[in-house]
């Protein structure tokens, strides 16, 4: 059986500007992102999320090799839901790892 992942959306921001009192403006950009795997996040991965960040890990996601997009701090849309990546993202070297991905992230709940 062939490990798949599915197709998530990553919300990128880019500076457009600068209001009135010199603070940047931002547009939002949708981008799909294919093959991603997600996975409830581990008990010890929720545990360490929260002692390390006050926030809590829920799914934990893995990152296509050769995918070049900022996951850190990023909107992610999935599951009819919209979450958060939080911390920072955790990358192996691409020739060492087996299968398709390389990249981890964590992601909480967005409201």
Known sequence: MMIKGIT???CEQTQTG????NRPIYTETEV???NVLVAPSSTDDITTSIDLTGKKAVYTL???KGDTHDWENKKIKFFGKTWHSFAFTIEGIEENI????NKKVMVERYE
């Open 32 to 34: 799909e992102v294919e």
């Open 8 to 10: 998530v959306i990553l």
């Open 98 to 101: 087996p299968l398709s991905w």
């Open 18 to 21: 600068a209001d009135a009192f």
């Open 62 to 64: 893995a990152i296509p």
